[in-house]
């Protein structure tokens, strides 16, 4: 249960979440451990099960893109083939004979400043807007950021104040979703 609020400006990006976890029972607890880890140059968010953003925080380094390496490029080839391979290492993969690769977790993913959303099913796709959002709160985030015109932002500090406020407004709304909010900023290199 989560939710998650980013960002793509220009050379730029911001990502944001709530504190709020639950167990199998439904019953909630703030956590300690974020949800946007920093983990060698890279931000990641992550909603759906806590397993997975465990293991990219503790269990994994994940590869560096070189400074004339295509982004898009990088994530297919080699940042997500060895997110997978750490993902089954740890048991976490849930591929089975004829189906598709899948793990239960969705992710927002800083590098370098660009936002990359990786899905449950390793595949990942960027917004034109730059918009992007996670979890069972993600919704109401959306909404109050579209309201909010976060796509006029100029500055990453301006889209951290709305990003602020959606994940703010997503905690009176959603029962899954409580403070405190954070939020990160990383640039490009």
């Avoid at 944001?16 to 974020?34: F, L, N, Q, V």
Wanted: aromatic share 10%.
């Amino acid at each position: 249960m989560t939710t998650l609020a980013a960002y793509q400006g220009d050379g730029w990006s911001v990502i944001g979440c709530d504190s709020r976890a639950s167990d199998e029972a439904g019953r909630p607890m703030t956590i300690a451990t974020h949800k946007i880890i920093e983990n060698n140059g890279y931000l990641i968010a992550g909603s759906g099960a806590s397993r997975g953003s465990n293991i990219l925080q503790f269990g994994w380094k994940p590869p560096k893109p070189t400074k004339l390496e295509d982004l898009d490029l990088f994530m297919t080839q080699k940042f997500i083939p060895t997110m997978r391979k750490t993902f089954i290492d740890a048991g976490y993969d849930m591929k089975e004979d004829g189906d598709a690769a899948a793990q239960d977790s969705d992710f927002i993913i800083s590098v370098n400043g660009v936002l990359y959303p990786v899905f449950q099913d390793y595949s990942w796709d960027r917004d034109i807007r730059g918009i992007y959002y996670g979890g069972n709160g993600g919704d109401v985030a959306l909404g109050v950021m579209e309201a909010l015109d976060i796509d006029k932002s100029k500055t990453p500090e301006q889209a951290e104040k709305i990003i602020r406020k959606a994940i703010e407004i997503a905690c009176v709304w959603d029962i899954y979703t409580s403070p405190p909010i954070i939020t990160k900023i990383q640039y490009a290199k």
